[in-house]
């Protein structure tokens, strides 16, 4: 599975944007997706996760009733659309995608990664 994540920005705060992974590859395969992001200096820490047919969702505390994640199955695409948008929104945003069972939570759960897109959000 390959992942391609975009849209990424520079927003003031209050702002929005919405992210894109596009999946390419085995993607029947896959159990459920999940954003994850780093900002400098921290550890990377769980947004949001979808399993593969949309029925469940999960979010971090910090962006609940901010974000929305969705699943586009005919486009293999997952979206992240995020609203509010705060200065600790600031960071480095990872797709990932996972094919077993596992918390949707754990970064160690997921098996494909792709490379991440900047969100900065200014005050």
């Known amino acids: 599975v390959q992942l391609q994540a975009y849209g990424g920005g520079l927003v003031q705060t209050g702002g929005s944007l919405r992210l894109s992974c596009a999946a390419s590859g085995r993607t029947f395969s896959t159990d459920g997706r999940g954003w994850f992001r780093q900002a400098p200096g921290k550890e990377r820490e769980f947004v949001s996760a979808i399993t593969w047919n949309g029925d469940s969702t999960y979010y971090a505390d910090s962006v609940k009733g901010r974000f929305t994640i969705l699943v586009d199955n005919p486009k293999n695409t997952v979206y992240l659309q995020m609203n509010s948008l705060k200065p600790e929104d600031t960071a480095v945003y990872y797709c990932?995608?996972?094919?077993?069972?596992?918390?949707?939570?754990?970064?160690?759960?997921?098996?494909?990664w792709g490379r991440g897109t900047q969100v900065t959000v200014s005050s």
């Open positions: 990932a995608a996972k094919i077993h069972s596992g918390s949707y939570y754990l970064a160690s759960s997921y098996d494909y």
